[in-house]
């Protein structure tokens, strides 16, 4: 029987990441990406960048424990061989040849300010795409990440064949499974604290493949388990009250700060408002919207194209709008929030009825 609350969760916090990076593009605390705000912090306090200080302590890593739920209920379907080059078909060609085929647009945006600072003064023209197409990757290295952990769980679950593991841990308390934050708090201690100019330092704390391997085993070990989420469905209310006391007092005690930094991350107080935020979001989801409709179906079947595809939409119009506009800051928000919610699902359907680039982009094999 399929879990219509998983997929609900999924597109939901799919669309959370688009309207997250709306609001980070033009963000003024110090993040790095996107153009930058409106004018310096505190002097600019752009309030609206609240936004990021609720959303990125969770989204992502609740996106990985998903998958890691979802690899479980596939695995034990379909064969592992199968299942695998579904996933390489599905993650790694659009993050691969995806990237030349339509990423090197976002890419373009990436690294237009350094062409203009004249990085790029001198190189040959299949060099420039080159790098653009790279510099396209953007929001795909949630991909690359977890094509990477999927070829990892085909050897890790061997360990378990006979799922006595899995079993045990579907015997966990409400408690043991809130102490597992724990581990999630150790996760965010193996990025690198003090990044090094000029090194692989900011990319390897950008796919943090250690701490997101982490929320995707937990899901595979632990999460996958009926137990386990009928718990967390009966104390949906506590943990999302704890969720909503410990994020207000992660804005209030840290509104100002970058949210990215290793040091940010590994705070006590952002790892247990992450934490907590995953699992109120899963007991809610459990109890209020397991169920499914025309709509909520389209877009449990769309929802990973519509994160493929929403970034660059998200970079062209607005570098465009504050480089060549003079619109007030609200409006941006405005035009480039309705745009990321209406364009991205118009790209979308244009791209998966041209067979090529459906495969290359989306890693769909048919419309």
Not at 94 to 108: D, N
Not at 207 to 218: E, N, S
Not at 288 to 299: C, E, H, N, S, V
Not at 336 to 361: D, G, K, Q, S
């Amino acid at each position: 029987m399929r879990k219509h609350w998983m997929d609900n969760l999924r597109w939901v916090t799919v669309l959370l990441v688009l309207f997250y990076h709306v609001i980070y593009f033009y963000n003024n605390k110090g993040v790095f990406g996107g153009i930058g705000g409106f004018g310096p912090y505190p002097e600019y306090p752009q309030y609206q960048d609240v936004v990021m200080y609720i959303l990125y302590p969770w989204f992502m890593p609740l996106l990985f424990l998903l998958a890691g739920v979802s690899a479980r209920y596939a695995l034990d379907k379909y064969d592992g061989k199968a299942w695998f080059k579904a996933r390489t078909r599905k993650l790694l060609v659009p993050a691969t040849i995806g990237l030349f085929v339509f990423q090197w647009m976002t890419g373009y945006f990436n690294t237009v300010v350094a062409e203009s600072q004249g990085v790029f003064d001198g190189l040959p023209g299949v060099a420039k795409y080159v790098m653009m197409a790279i510099s396209g990757c953007g929001p795909l290295w949630f991909a690359q990440d977890l094509w990477l952990f999927s070829l990892l769980l085909l050897l890790v679950r061997k360990l378990d064949a006979k799922n006595r593991f899995y079993d045990a841990c579907g015997k966990m308390g409400l408690i043991a499974i809130i102490l597992l934050g724990i581990l999630f708090c150790l996760g965010e201690y193996t990025l690198i604290r003090n990044p090094r100019p000029d090194s692989a330092d900011g990319l390897y704390n950008l796919y943090k493949p250690l701490f997101y391997f982490i929320p995707f085993l937990m899901g595979y070990f632990v999460f996958a388990n009926d137990a386990v989420q009928e718990k967390l469905k009966q104390a949906w209310i506590p943990l999302l009250g704890c969720a909503a006391v410990t994020g207000i007092a992660l804005v209030v005690t840290t509104f100002g700060q970058d949210n990215t930094t290793p040091q940010y991350l590994a705070s006590p107080l952002n790892c247990l408002y992450g934490w907590v935020m995953c699992l109120a979001m899963m007991g809610w989801f459990q109890a209020k919207f397991d169920r499914t409709g025309r709509f909520a179906g389209y877009m449990a079947r769309s929802s990973f194209g519509l994160y493929v595809l929403h970034y660059v939409v998200v970079a062209s119009l607005g570098y465009m709008m504050k480089m060549y506009t003079q619109l007030p800051p609200v409006a941006m928000y405005v035009i480039l929030t309705v745009a990321v919610f209406t364009l991205t699902p118009a790209l979308y359907e244009l791209l998966r009825r041209i067979p090529f680039v459906r495969w290359a982009v989306l890693g769909e094999k048919k419309a």
